[in-house]
């Protein structure tokens, strides 16, 4: 009897018996017998795992296989996905066209330092040292570049520098607006080395006493947006920054008609009568407890009226043509009276042994005594609630009850003051407008720590330094529109619209979704809810690898794989792209 001869293949049956399915695998053979088709079992292959019987199933087809090892090798890897997500941010930005109208090789290595800036902060040097570990330096055009390009592009006023106020007019047109708010702050650095001009001692927000630092302005939209940035020297006062950019906003930017908002150390009396001069100006700010003190003693605020509410209105010959919207937080008032009684108590700590020393005979006379009480009084800043009582051979000190009481009925107190009719803006929505300040103060601290790092600063010039600020505030322009489009996969809240509504004395609130979020740390599909920097490393985990087949030798043709994005990822990319200017 011949030899059977005939084509193996594999057959696979499904049967549902019980709820339950069942798979069977069978290697079968079919072959011509007496010109009869016909087909016999050889084996069961059932117990085999699914992947092995499909590669089974194709081997029968023909197909070849070989180590994986021996079909390609990965060459290179890269992390892509967070370049990716920057990359799409500022297309649908248009950031490119905000940069400079035309292309040119200072304005792709202006956007790669944007795009590194938020993608993985670091010095000059070594930005362009990480870059090439990414995709950022292939998708950006600057594969060739070395930090000798980027100080090219921002040495003093070389390019761009040169043109900021084309680039802050064009922000200034897309986000503000005739009648519109615009908020105003100012903050500091530190600066690393002391040759910079306008590197100079002054009152430091960074804590860091002694050392040299440079003051920068910050001008948003009502949402905090960042619309310009101004560096000046280190010890200019606040307010001194002031009526150069309300003035910066009616001659660069043509806003004849504007709201400034900005804190009471901001906007000065004397910035007042400017802007009663200077045309169509409104503002809001708020009087400094020295302030308010009058208008008690005057009978013109009534503690009482606040038994039943929380937010009063009223006037002052001392304000001609101006709203005082006087408000009163509980909540603050016993916060601030707990912070005053913890520094009393620590000041007392520190003079009681003084006292001891004294008594002891240990220290004497009224010099030495008074040196020593001075090093210590006002360490923590209540040294005006205490009375001092010092001899030869002699200290002692008490409260002074009478200020101590006359501070306390302020607490939780605060004014705001504002030339805006209530025709145009009624009182909550005054004090919603004030505190909206607290937009620019999140812009500096992911400007300063928590993602852009602008300090320390290193460079020498004051306009290296001056590009410097202008290369963090403009990545945090497209940070900014990257964190509104992920609120939903972030800590943020998302209901951003109960905010118009809310009580604007009253601490606020977070809204029920955003509770959840942190309690549970948790979104509703149960994956992790991230900063911007998680975030922003989960994208990283998504890399361009460069691959080639070994066999064909290092002149082998290369191709790209890029790793297939979870859900998340998807979600996140998705989310940059309804982004809208």
Known sequence: MPARTGTAHVVTTTRKYKDQVYRTHLLRRSYREDGVVKNETLGNLSHLPEALVEIIRRSLKGETFVPLGEAFEVTRSRAHGHVQAVATAMQRLGFASLIASKPSRERDLVLAMVAARIAAPHTKLATTRWWHTSTLAEDFGVTEANENDLYAAMDCMDWLLARQDAIQKK??????????????DLSSSYFEGSTCPLAKLGYSRDGKKGLLQVNYGLLTDARGCPVAVSVHEGNVADSQTFMPEVRRLQEEFGLSRLVMVGDRGMISSKAIDQMREGGDLGWITALKSASIRPLLEQGQLQLGLFDERNLLELSSPDYPGERLVACRNPELAKLRAHKREELLAATEACLQPIVARVQAGKLAGRDQIGLRVGKVI???????????????????????????AREAALDGLYIIRTSVSAAQMDSAECVRNYKALANVERAFRSLKTVDLKVRPIHHRTADR???????????????????????????????????ATRDPVAPAVRSAAALAKAARHTLEDGTPVHTFSSLMAELATIVRNTCRAPSAGAEAPTFELVTTANAKQKQALELLQQIRV
Request: proline content about 1%.
């Open 171 to 184: 922000l200034a047109a897309r986000h503000l607006s005739a009648g519109g708010l615009v908020l105003y």
């Open 378 to 404: 006002d360490k923590y800043k209540v040294a005006k609630h205490f009375a001092l009582s010092i001899d030869d051979a002699a200290f002692t000190f008490s409260r002074n009850s009478e200020g101590i």
């Open 465 to 499: 330094v001056r590009a410097h600020i202008l290369l963090c505030m403009l990545a945090y322009y497209v940070e900014w529109h990257m964190r509104e489009a992920w609120r939903e996969l972030m800590f943020a809240d998302p209901d951003q619209a109960a905010k």
